[in-house]
């Protein structure tokens, strides 16, 4: 038997997986299930390609992990086995707590990050699998004693961001998002414990930082993504507020009936609930909102489904009061509803968003002469390091906006 798996990805070709306790975690229900949860949640709306899954992403992590080892082994760094085989679960991990529509509904059924429960999940896996997780929980957690190892999972030039925005690219179909992920992982190496990159390297890095900003607007952040993930949060907020759980997957039904914000002592139960839900729970709860007898609740769920989504208004400053107030007074009168309900109706939010922190773990550069500095001592990257904002004011159809 030979002793690799081998996996057909759209953009990195073959991906060869070790058998052992890699292709373990790979087969165990609390991977799989990330098949069933959707990269970019409900950006489909928008960018109808946009249908790949976390499980897509997450062994492209695991891929591009596997070559920084392989280019860093080549350059003389010293990798254990066991290092390896750490950082590699721990790419492979990164993304399990991920809930349905993976960030549409981040805290919304748990008052938890996303990190956080995937932490307790690889604490879960530990536990089944006779501690053999330890050093992968290091180096998720940035505790391994090897930086570089903690940097190539969670750091401002890291194999998961190099992942999500070739592939969110490649299946968005916005061209501009992808970057020379090939170039950057050669031109990687570790100085004093630290991940580093080549002069040579300039340029790359410039184009991801790019790449960055502009994904972030036009896919992750596109107003249209930003209503129907308002939405759909609304409506399982309503639906917990009346205690609605007809035609819900009785994991689904849990969280809508779970009261306690902190879950002391059922920790443990709540992980299995989180273990047995997806995106196919909560669609299937739409269709069931849809004749609901609650109005929001069926305005919401058809809404969603028939991709009626509600209004929105962007500025790159604060919406006025008497514009905000205005419009909620008109939901009063349209929808007959109560001033809390126009409240959550009318709604404002923001997103501000910096494509590089300076103050942040910096990216390394190491000079022709093997000086080591920041990138942004040496590169042309000054304007990604300003914080842009843009404010967002969504409202359903038939109120008039001033």
Not at 226 to 237: C, G, K, R, T, Y
Not at 373 to 393: N, W
Request: charged content about 25%; proline content about 4%; overall charge negative.
């Amino acid at each position: 038997m030979p002793s690799y798996k081998v996996l057909n990805d759209p953009i990195y070709g073959f991906v060869m997986i070790p058998r052992g306790l890699i292709l373990e975690l790979i087969d165990h229900p609390w991977f799989q299930r990330l098949r069933r949860i959707k990269q970019l949640g409900l950006s489909d709306f928008v960018y109808p390609g946009a249908v790949h899954s976390r499980f897509h992403h997450a062994m492209g992590v695991f891929h591009l992990m596997s070559r920084a080892i392989e280019i860093l082994r080549m350059k003389g760094q010293a990798i254990s086995e066991e290092e390896a085989e750490g950082a590699l679960i721990a790419a492979l991990l990164h993304d399990a707590g991920h809930g349905p529509f993976s960030h549409a509904l981040e805290n919304s059924l748990l008052p938890i990050e996303h990190e956080a429960i995937t932490l307790r999940i690889m604490e879960r896996l530990d536990a089944e699998f006779g501690g053999r997780l330890r050093p992968a929980m290091e180096i998720f957690a940035g505790n391994h004693p090897k930086r570089f190892l903690c940097q190539l999972v969670t750091g401002q030039l890291d194999v998961d961001r190099m992942d999500y925005l070739n592939r969110d690219s490649f299946y968005s179909g916005v061209v501009e998002g992808s970057i020379g992920y090939h170039r950057l992982l050669t031109m990687m190496d570790v100085d004093d414990g630290r991940l580093v990159f080549e002069e040579k390297a300039g340029l790359s890095i410039e184009n991801y930082l790019a790449a960055r900003r502009l994904m972030y607007w036009q896919v992750y952040m596109h107003k249209t993504c930003i209503v129907a993930e308002q939405m759909l949060e609304l409506l399982l907020a309503r639906a917990k507020h009346l205690g609605w759980t007809r035609g819900a997957s009785p994991a689904l039904a849990y969280f809508i009936e779970l009261k306690e914000k902190d879950g002391t002592g059922k920790q443990e139960e709540q992980l299995d609930m989180f273990g047995s839900i997806d995106d196919a729970d909560v669609e299937m709860f739409l269709k069931m909102a849809t004749d609901a007898e609650d109005g929001l609740l069926a305005l919401l769920a058809n809404g969603l489904l028939s991709r009626k989504f509600f209004k929105v208004k962007v500025s790159a400053q604060v919406f006025p009061a008497h514009e905000v107030a205005d419009l909620r007074e008109q939901c009063i009168r349209v929808f007959a509803c109560r001033v809390e309900e126009a409240s959550q109706l009318v709604r404002l939010s923001q997103s501000a968003f910096t494509p590089y922190e300076p103050a942040d773990d910096e990216i390394l550069i190491r000079t022709k002469t093997g000086q080591v500095l920041p990138a942004s001592e040496i590169l042309s990257i000054g304007h990604f390091c300003k914080t842009e904002q843009r404010h967002f004011m969504t409202f359903p159809p038939g109120l008039s906006a001033l």
